[in-house]
């Protein structure tokens, strides 16, 4: 992959959450429209960053959950107790939230 190509997945895009779906009592998942996504490949990750109005910012990498689809893409988490996640606490991701989203990167492996 050309150094260019590879420079470009690792520039911050803004994402917008679309639907939010729980998929059990401990997963949910989040759906996001990214405008100019470059695809992706099965086993890739983004890493997703929120500021608050305070300036706090945090970041964290999630799995992708979907197949490619134009400029579409869903990261499925499951809540993991005493751990915090910007996709599963109540109400920090919600439909229409703008968010920082990066990549994809990464690559499926045995």
Known sequence: MAR??????????????????????????????????????????VDLRLTASDGYSTQRSYSIASAADGERGELTVEEIPRQRS???????????????LRGPTGEWFL
Do not use: K
Not at 14 to 36: D, K, N, Q, W, Y
């Open 4 to 45: 260019a190509a590879i420079l470009g997945r690792l520039t911050w895009r803004v994402a917008t959450v679309t639907a939010r779906r729980e998929e059990s009592p401990t997963a949910r998942t989040i759906v996001l429209r990214v405008p100019g996504w470059p695809g992706h490949l099965a086993g890739q990750h």
């Open 86 to 100: 910007l996709a599963t606490s109540p109400g920090v991701l919600e439909v229409g939230d703008p968010l920082e």
